[in-house]
């Protein structure tokens, strides 16, 4: 027997709000919303989610996982991405071919190049 992939859970200042940018910036949908949760699909039956929880205190070191997008026009998806309010950071990544961001509660990603 294996497990399946449920949800992504992640820690929020303000659930409902990031779970609405996100849901902008992956084009999911909200699926369920709560005071105490609120969870993001591609669509009503598809897994993975990604549940959004309050917690009481503000991220404060890098992240342990983040998520990694990839897009065709990696400049176009960063515009993108910025103007809805994610931010450039520089984690000490060196020289790559990804972008890393932040999403408005400071929690870093990727944006990968379109693959060859």
């Given at each position: 027997m294996v497990s399946q992939w449920e949800n992504l859970?992640?820690?929020a200042d303000d659930p409902p709000r990031l779970a609405r940018w996100w849901a902008q910036a992956l084009?999911?949908?909200?699926?369920?919303?709560?005071?105490?949760?609120?969870?993001?699909?591609?669509?009503?039956d598809q897994l993975p989610g990604v549940v959004f929880v309050p917690v009481p205190e503000r991220k404060q070191l890098k992240n342990r996982l983040h998520i990694d997008l990839?897009?065709?026009?990696?400049?176009?998806e960063v515009e993108r991405l910025?103007?809805?309010?994610?931010?450039?950071?520089?984690i000490d990544q060196g020289d790559v071919s990804w972008i890393?961001?932040?999403?408005?509660?400071?929690?870093?990603?990727?944006?990968?190049?379109?693959?060859?």
């Open positions: 859970v992640v820690d084009g999911y949908q909200i699926v369920h919303e709560a005071a105490d949760e609120v969870e993001i699909r591609q669509s009503p990839r897009a065709a026009d990696q400049a176009a910025v103007d809805m309010g994610a931010r450039r950071v520089d890393v961001l932040t999403d408005p509660e400071g929690n870093e990603f990727c944006v990968l190049s379109g693959r060859g």
